[in-house]
């Protein structure tokens, strides 16, 4: 694939941010960003540092592409927890004179239970080995979650467990049985708690974004005509020169608001 068509997918969601997505709340257009425009940290390859490497044989110097490997995200990653894996396509070897074939690279995938402390809640979910570890790593699923920007996470799955998991601290209704508990955990996640206007927009796919915003619209009531802001702001300045006849300076007095202000004083020049 040619390194200009590597990055489509993000380019692709960069266009719709500006154009589709921009018209829904701040809160809304912060998430998708974060997940289909910002870069994922690499998986599946190891980035060389630097902007220059030498080849020990020859001593040339070039500079260093670290080019991303294209990957595909199947409709079944959004129903487990694949910690970043995903599945990669590309050609191999299967005989000393054969040619290339195109082979797809899928991850090894393990059903298990993971236990969220903050719903106290057992869950059942399709998982990698490297999500395990991560999990472990975090110290628990709802650290790793919480921790996690959302285009590493890519399943909604898991971005919906999330935003339950944001939901649950902003409102404070965790362990509703347990206050010592839940003050506990409020405490331990604290820096992660935000409004919860904000963590409502989390996790939505752009379809189901315009469709709470069309809901809240029509809870809200179609908007006032402009005619009748306008209005009243021409009335609100034609009290204020009726009032003060003054404030219409010299150099105005030939605009538009001018003449249409009855309580200005007009002379009339004689020849």
Request: contains cysteine.
């Amino acid at each position: 694939m040619p390194r200009n068509l590597l990055n489509y997918q993000r380019a692709h969601a960069a266009w719709k941010l500006e154009t589709v997505v921009k018209h829904l709340p701040a809160a809304y257009q912060a998430f998708y960003k974060e997940w289909k425009v910002d870069q994922p940290k690499p998986v599946h390859y190891k980035p060389e540092p630097g902007r220059w490497k030498k080849n020990p044989t020859t001593g040339e110097i070039r500079p260093v592409e670290n080019v991303p490997i294209p990957l595909s995200y199947p409709r079944e990653l959004h129903q487990g927890l694949w910690g970043g894996e995903a599945v990669i396509k590309g050609y191999q070897h299967r005989g000393r004179n054969a040619s290339l074939i195109p082979h797809w690279w899928v991850p090894s995938l393990h059903r298990t239970v993971l236990y969220s402390e903050v719903l106290d809640r057992w869950m059942e979910l399709v998982v990698t080995q490297r999500a395990v570890q991560l999990v472990h790593d975090h110290h628990g699923l709802d650290m790793y979650l919480l921790k996690t920007r959302a285009c590493d996470i890519v399943s909604l799955l898991g971005l919906r467990i999330k935003r339950e998991i944001l939901l649950a601290l902003a409102r404070g209704s965790l362990w509703p049985d347990d206050p010592k508990r839940r003050e506990e955990l409020l405490k331990k996640y604290s820096e992660f708690i935000v409004p919860e206007e904000q963590v409502e927009w989390y996790g939505l796919t752009v379809g189901e974004a315009i469709k709470k915003l069309r809901v809240e619209q029509a809870a809200a009531g179609p908007p006032p005509p402009l005619k009748h802001q306008y209005r009243a702001e021409l009335v609100e300045k034609l009290k204020f020169l009726r009032d003060n006849p003054e404030a219409v300076s010299a150099p105005e007095s030939d605009s538009w608001l001018s003449k249409m202000n009855p309580f200005a004083s007009r002379t009339v020049e004689k020849t």
